[in-house]
DNA sequence: CTGTTAGCGCATTCAC
DNA sequence: GTGAATGCGCTAACAG
């Protein structure tokens, strides 16, 4: 490959100093419009391109962020990532994804390779934090927010929903609908937000209501569809049968589900399942599931927004937004037959 | 945000040249184990991060490769996507990605972005190439690779399946099964890749074993669930109806099972209906989806080695890499009743 | 083995 | 308005 066409070829051929090209070209200081055409005319016939990691490293800007998520295979994260681009594309940023799947090593990686390209900020979500996460926050000052999930000991800025909330609501729907004797799939408790805090909703709705909290109506799945199939079996296995399925995600819900189809119980006559998410999948199955509507590409809106607000305009306070869920009853919830 | 540390910071606390610093921290040069130590030991202890941008400026080489593709909401593409990381990550690279969403303009825009940045290569799939793009590619030379489509302009290395041949195979199984009056929900004709070859694969299938094709029974969508709903009720206005439906995706098929459940149509008995890609959603509903199975993650590794060896060996061949398919018959589809 | 020096390509003083 | 010179942080000759 030959040699990249730079800004002194540029200058050269159009006969005016270096200076002068840069000046056309980031429109930053007057300059005459003869000069100015002749500029122009001689970048649009060499196509010359000028250099970003030379520009970044004298503006100490490079315009690109990191985002950090478990797995964009996941639609919920898959759209979280179309939200913030929508708003980095805007304002030309571009971003570096990355999946981690979860390893705290490769989260690690990442965030140091993010150090040494010198990005302008991190976004990342379903991170679990670790002593070493802390250090390098402490040691690396870089703009960075946090989505769907908070922290504790680090304060940075948050756009969540309140999954205990939504939880407690939607657990409170199929109290209404008049059932009693309710399961649910839960996620693992080291996911705060929708592990933890969707358990708390549950129970709590629970108790409100003088219904009593059965452990053997509670199994933890990993919010993939099997894990919710498996749970749905574990569940079955037990003496009373519970007429509710609550879980935590869709997925899970659709692996219950098919426990259910698979089994000859009908839904919702038999059992009524509800979800969480609202993903695609959601109104894909048959019957229909009844779930929480949370809206992933406004969330990454949100955050990218905070995120480019604290890069341009120095902010540095940390809270967290609570973004707007809606419950959806569709075909998968019906009253509880006496 | 203080100046960041440099590597004269470095060397001067570690009382050595700047030259000494760059050797043990590249390991390029030998360097004695007594000023290997106190340069790491000040490294260790300021967190010093040497800067990416910097040294691109001098390599010519920024370790970062740009993703091109139109949505990552689908999961095929994000399996993809995660195949090409699985590969980048290994070899220290880190992919740029952006989501087109079908726009010439946000594909444009980023291959300047791409070269300006001086990334070191290119992926893209389902872009469709206009004269623009054509010039691009002409004037910047960069190691490109493109992914579940192929060129004829353009001399790219390209990874797909053979689709001519693997829808082909799924028409004569219907066939088999005693099918005859058969219905296709094809995509458009543009992409020549999963629109295209596969209706012909279709075509030819029902022409070799001497069956009409019949203008009615095909019918276009665009790969999302809905159109293959749109396209299942238009199908099922005809006098004649079919017993077996061939979709080009697994989207469009869920969509057309749908539309037989909510219109008491019973799956597979009163018509078989088959997919194409094997995604997750074909296992998640009831009944499971008959389909061609294709290794996305697979195609992303292949992808992402051809590229790296692009770079890195500076070869230059254009080839095409067809990956293997497989036939996967679930529920969806029995033998026509008599 | 180690240090000095010259750029990588560009933006930005500072003179004119 | 314009040009010459300085340096962003680093690597790679080049000497020693």
Not at 25 to 31: A, E, G, Q, S
Not at 319 to 332: A, C, F, G, H
Request: hydrophobic share 40%; charged share 30%.
């Amino acid at each position: 490959m030959d040699r990249d066409l730079t800004m002194k070829d540029i200058a050269e051929k159009a006969d005016v100093s270096v200076a002068t090209v840069s000046r056309v070209l980031n429109n930053t200081k007057p300059v005459s419009s003869e000069l100015r055409k002749k500029v122009l005319d001689i970048v649009k016939k060499t196509g010359y391109k000028p250099n970003a990691l030379a520009r970044s490293l004298i503006k100490q800007r490079t315009g690109t962020i990191g985002v950090i998520i478990p797995d964009m295979d996941n639609e919920t994260f898959a759209d979280l990532i179309k939200g913030i681009e929508l708003i980095t594309d805007k304002n030309d940023y571009v971003i570096l994804v990355t999946n981690t799947m979860g390893e705290v090593k490769k989260e690690l990686k990442m965030f140091n390779l993010f150090e040494e390209k010198r990005l302008d900020g991190i976004i990342f979500s379903g991170v679990s934090l670790t002593e070493k996460h802390i250090d390098f926050f402490e040691r690396y000052k870089i703009p960075t927010v946090v989505v769907g999930q908070t922290f504790n000991k680090l304060d940075f800025p948050s756009v969540t929903i309140d999954n205990f909330q939504a939880s407690f609501d939607i657990t409170e729907y199929l109290i209404d609908l008049g059932h009693k004797d309710i399961a649910m799939i839960r996620g693992p408790i080291y996911d705060i937000q929708a592990g933890k805090e969707r358990l708390l909703g549950f129970k709590t709705a629970l108790r409100e209501n003088n219904y009593p909290v059965n452990k053997d109506f509670i199994v933890e799945g990993d919010f993939t569809i099997n894990s919710g199939y498996k749970a749905m079996e574990k569940i079955w296995r037990n003496e009373l049968k519970p007429t509710a399925i609550f879980s935590a995600s869709d997925k899970m819900a659709i692996g219950a589900l098919n426990y259910c189809l698979d089994h000859g119980l009908k839904v919702p006559e038999d059992i009524s399942i509800v979800g969480f998410d609202d993903m695609e999948l959601a109104t894909a199955v048959r019957p229909t599931l009844t779930t929480i509507h949370q809206d992933q590409v406004e969330k990454g809106i949100k955050t990218a927004e905070i995120l480019l607000d604290l890069i341009e305009k120095e902010e540095n306070e940390s809270y967290n937004i609570q973004l707007p869920y809606t419950l959806i009853e569709r075909d998968s919830t019906c009253k509880r037959k006496k």
